[in-house]
């Protein structure tokens, strides 16, 4: 009787500390990478926020020339590889995939520092960082042996329309199954890289959800699951589903499986919460299929999904174009099954740049 009593009090104990997480936890997107057999490798993300941030779909080329867009030391590069991206407010890249099967995705931390702007090292605006992992590198392995030296200062700017800074972390994938959760605490880069860190949120920072998470895999999902949409509950529950559905089964049976599971974790359309406009309905979803080169988009406003098969599009730097899919206001344009052929030529947009930036020389 003793035991079970010290487990329930520790239980209370800890899902107290949940509900204490919950009063600062203000987002709500969520990222999730299947394992399947036979290489069947898929990741999904949930984009929530209360306001449109104005996505369209878009295809980039390789041998694009690229800036950092953070003022005279910015980073250059020419993109490596070619990529499907989802924009926010086609000015940066909040997501994508890229031809060799590496995806990228940013969700919202309010947690981030990111480091004093010098010139000792070049920067990059915060809304060019998705796209320039996805320009450079094949692998999650190859990004973070890359990225570990720290080649570079992210610098944030404001979310458009709205006096907050832009506060992100970065989840990559790849078609081995391989992932990392890039983040910056306390001015410093912090890369997580495991293979088992399948599943990432928001609030807490990445290593807190980790601890957090173990309480519910030692009661079991089966048994009881947190159910709110707080970043610590979410976790709770798409590590455990993405890890419940079965792994041998046909492509379109595991698509249908990872589908279910970021269903799961998304916030209904409408809900949203007036002082954190990130707990909000979920706007819009995309599931990357690494193995099949296959990248889905769900609105919430349209009653189909639809993708892009990327074996389709030339991404050659001597004759591939930027093209790009308009998806209209809040996503609402419909298109159903493989819409690879409704891409239209088009301008690149310009990231997002940091006018005047302070200097520390110090």
Same mark, same amino acid.
């Given at each position: 009787?003793?035991?079970?009593?010290?487990?329930?009090?520790?239980?209370?104990?800890?899902?107290?500390?949940?509900?204490?997480?919950?009063?600062?936890?203000?987002?709500?997107?969520?990222?999730?990478?299947?394992?399947?057999?036979?290489?069947?490798?898929?990741?999904?993300?949930?984009?929530?926020?209360?306001?449109?941030?104005?996505?369209?779909?878009?295809?980039?080329?390789?041998?694009?020339?690229?800036?950092?867009?953070?003022?005279?030391?910015?980073?250059?590069?020419?993109?490596?590889?070619?990529?499907?991206? /989802?924009?926010?407010?086609?000015?940066?890249?909040?997501?994508?995939?890229?031809?060799?099967?590496?995806?990228?995705?940013?969700?919202?931390?309010?947690?981030?520092?990111?480091?004093?702007?010098?010139?000792?090292?070049?920067?990059?605006?915060?809304?060019?960082?998705?796209?320039?992992?996805?320009?450079?590198?094949?692998?999650?392995?190859?990004?973070?042996?890359?990225?570990?030296?720290?080649?570079?200062?992210?610098?944030?700017?404001?979310?458009?329309?709205?006096?907050?800074?832009?506060?992100?972390?970065?989840?990559?994938?790849?078609?081995?199954?391989?992932?990392?959760?890039?983040?910056?605490?306390?001015?410093?880069?912090?890369?997580?890289?495991?293979?088992?860190?399948?599943?990432?949120?928001?609030?807490?920072?990445?290593?807190?959800?980790? /601890?957090?998470?173990?309480?519910?895999?030692?009661?079991?999902?089966?048994?009881?699951?947190?159910?709110?949409?707080?970043?610590?509950?979410?976790?709770?529950?798409?590590?455990?589903?993405?890890?419940?559905?079965?792994?041998?089964?046909?492509?379109?049976?595991?698509?249908?499986?990872?589908?279910?599971?970021?269903?799961?974790?998304?916030?209904?359309?409408?809900?949203?919460? /007036?002082?954190?406009?990130?707990?909000?309905?979920?706007?819009?979803?995309?599931?990357?299929?690494?193995?099949?080169?296959?990248?889905?988009?769900?609105?919430?406003?349209?009653?189909?999904?639809?993708?892009?098969?990327?074996?389709?599009?030339?991404?050659?730097?001597?004759?591939?174009?930027?093209?790009?899919?308009?998806?209209?206001?809040?996503?609402?344009?419909?298109?159903?099954?493989?819409?690879?052929?409704?891409?239209?030529?088009?301008?690149?947009?310009?990231?997002?740049?940091?006018?005047?930036?302070?200097?520390?020389?110090?």
């Amino acid at each position: 009787m003793m035991k079970k009593l010290r487990h329930t009090f520790l239980g209370t104990l800890l899902i107290a500390g949940f509900f204490t997480v919950g009063i600062t936890d203000v987002d709500a997107c969520t990222r999730l990478v299947y394992l399947g057999d036979n290489n069947q490798i898929i990741t999904a993300r949930s984009m929530d926020w209360k306001y449109d941030i104005g996505t369209n779909l878009w295809i980039f080329p390789q041998g694009m020339q690229r800036s950092g867009e953070a003022g005279d030391n910015s980073i250059k590069w020419t993109s490596k590889y070619g990529s499907v991206i /989802a924009s926010g407010y086609d000015i940066s890249t909040t997501d994508g995939m890229n031809e060799k099967g590496l995806v990228a995705n940013l969700l919202w931390l309010a947690e981030s520092d990111y480091p004093a702007y010098t010139k000792e090292k070049p920067a990059i605006s915060i809304s060019a960082w998705a796209q320039y992992v996805l320009d450079n590198f094949a692998s999650v392995e190859e990004a973070v042996n890359a990225l570990d030296s720290e080649p570079f200062i992210v610098l944030t700017d404001k979310v458009p329309g709205q006096d907050r800074m832009a506060t992100l972390h970065l989840s990559l994938s790849d078609a081995t199954g391989d992932s990392a959760i890039i983040e910056y605490i306390n001015g410093r880069q912090v890369i997580h890289h495991s293979k088992e860190y399948q599943v990432m949120t928001n609030s807490p920072i990445f290593s807190e959800q980790l /601890a957090l998470n173990s309480y519910w895999q030692q009661i079991g999902g089966t048994v009881m699951l947190p159910g709110t949409n707080r970043a610590s509950d979410r976790f709770a529950r798409a590590s455990f589903y993405v890890n419940a559905i079965p792994k041998a089964q046909s492509s379109k049976k595991s698509l249908a499986s990872v589908f279910g599971v970021i269903r799961n974790v998304s916030v209904p359309y409408g809900l949203s919460t /007036a002082e954190s406009p990130e707990i909000s309905s979920t706007r819009w979803r995309t599931v990357a299929d690494h193995k099949n080169q296959l990248y889905f988009f769900e609105s919430a406003l349209s009653p189909n999904t639809f993708w892009v098969n990327l074996k389709e599009i030339d991404f050659s730097k001597e004759s591939g174009k930027v093209m790009t899919l308009p998806l209209g206001e809040e996503q609402s344009i419909i298109y159903s099954a493989n819409a690879t052929s409704h891409f239209k030529p088009a301008e690149p947009f310009k990231f997002q740049g940091l006018d005047n930036i302070p200097l520390n020389n110090n």
